[in-house]
């Protein structure tokens, strides 16, 4: 995961707060039964905008899971499925192809990711740390997510959190380079539409 540390220092306490409930939560069966909630209401989404290339993400500790959504997409829908796969330096990231298995490579952070010639996928999903009711998201502060959307406007960006992430207006402003999402999804809610 990027360090934090050199960023806005209210971002980076905000995002160990956020980290610390978060690996606290995710081992309940409160955090069992969202995973399955989110899952559900992400695909009745992805039904319904039928993409060609779905972007997703490896989940870190506590994450929601996308695996499942994605294996459901490339054999319902039949779709092609995608994985990040990031660099320190110079700082990017891009997505490559993802068969559904366990990746048995990594990225510069040491997250699983396949090998592959990069494609851009049409809809993503975004994994989101914390978020606002507008859709600004709060990562790990490596901007990763940020560049690649700016770069790439025509995908059709979800993001994908826990309830527990939703963020007050007064606790996180959007900086100017923070791109929105097209809604974020949690168990409960929807978010951005």
């Known amino acids: 995961m990027p360090p934090t540390e050199h960023l806005d220092p209210a ?13 606290a939560w995710a081992d309940t069966s409160a955090a069992q039964e969202a995973q399955a909630a989110l899952t559900a209401k992400l695909q009745a989404v992805i039904a319904q905008v039928e993409p060609e ?20 997409a ?10 990040p796969r990031a660099r320190k330096s110079p700082v990017a990231m891009d997505f490559v192809p993802w068969d559904g298995d366990t990746p048995t490579t990594y990225d510069e952070w040491g997250i699983p990711s ?25 990562g790990y502060g490596g901007g990763y997510y940020d560049r690649y959307l700016a ?28 791109q929105a999402l097209v809604t974020v999804f949690t168990p409960s809610h929807t978010w951005g539409e």
């Open 11 to 23: 971002r980076a306490a905000l995002r160990r707060q956020l980290l610390a409930a978060r690996q």
């Open 53 to 72: 290339i779905l972007g997703v993400f490896w989940p870190l500790k506590g994450e929601f899971n996308p695996s499942p959504l994605a294996l459901w």
């Open 74 to 83: 490339q054999t319902q829908l039949g779709c092609r499925l995608a994985l």
């Open 114 to 138: 396949p090998e592959g010639k990069p494609l851009v996928p049409d809809v993503l999903i975004v994994p989101c740390l914390g978020y606002t009711p507008a859709g600004f998201r709060l």
């Open 151 to 178: 770069k790439h406007p025509e995908i059709c960006a979800f993001g994908a959190g826990w309830d527990e992430g939703l963020l007050a207006p007064t606790a996180f402003s959007p900086a100017a380079h923070d």
